[in-house]
Nanobody
Framework: QVQLVESGGGLVQAGGSLRLSCAAS????????MAWFRQAPGKEREFVAA????????RYTDSVKGRFTLLRDNAKNTVYLQMNSLEPEDTAVYYC??????????????????WGQGTQVTVSS
């Protein structure tokens, strides 16, 4: 497993931007596909975006396409989620996850892979 620490959350007005970071330690970062999930109050955790081990492949949930961009820097053991044009519906706790298998990371359950502790994103209207 790998240890993950998220940062960059906060309070922002609708239409604003935030950049979340997820720093990894403990294992070779480049062997892991990375993903972000989010969980809004009273809702189930949902997949947001994923990136392959070398960054060549990415996928996003439909609601964030064109607004969110996922990047990784394997030299810094960090993955970034750039969030633009934020909407109140984006309010949630955002979690970073790691798994060696890019094909299945979108469906990663809490008892598999590695997870961070989460960072709160609040978008006011």
């Amino acid at each position: 497993q790998v240890q993950l620490v998220e940062s960059g959350g906060g309070l922002v007005q609708a239409g604003g931007s935030l950049r979340l970071s997820c720093a990894a330690s403990g294992r070779t970062f480049s062997v892991f596909a990375m993903a972000w999930f989010r969980q809004a109050p009273g809702k189930e955790r949902e997949f947001v975006a994923a990136i392959s081990r070398n960054g060549s492949s990415k996928r996003y949930t439909d609601s964030v396409k064109g607004r969110f961009t996922l990047l990784r820097d394997n030299a810094k053991n960090t993955v970034y989620l750039q969030m633009n044009s934020l909407e109140p519906e984006d309010t949630a706790v955002y979690y970073c996850a790691a798994d060696p298998n890019y094909a299945r990371i979108s469906y990663l359950s809490l008892n598999r892979g590695s997870w961070g502790q989460g960072t709160q994103v609040t978008v006011s209207s």
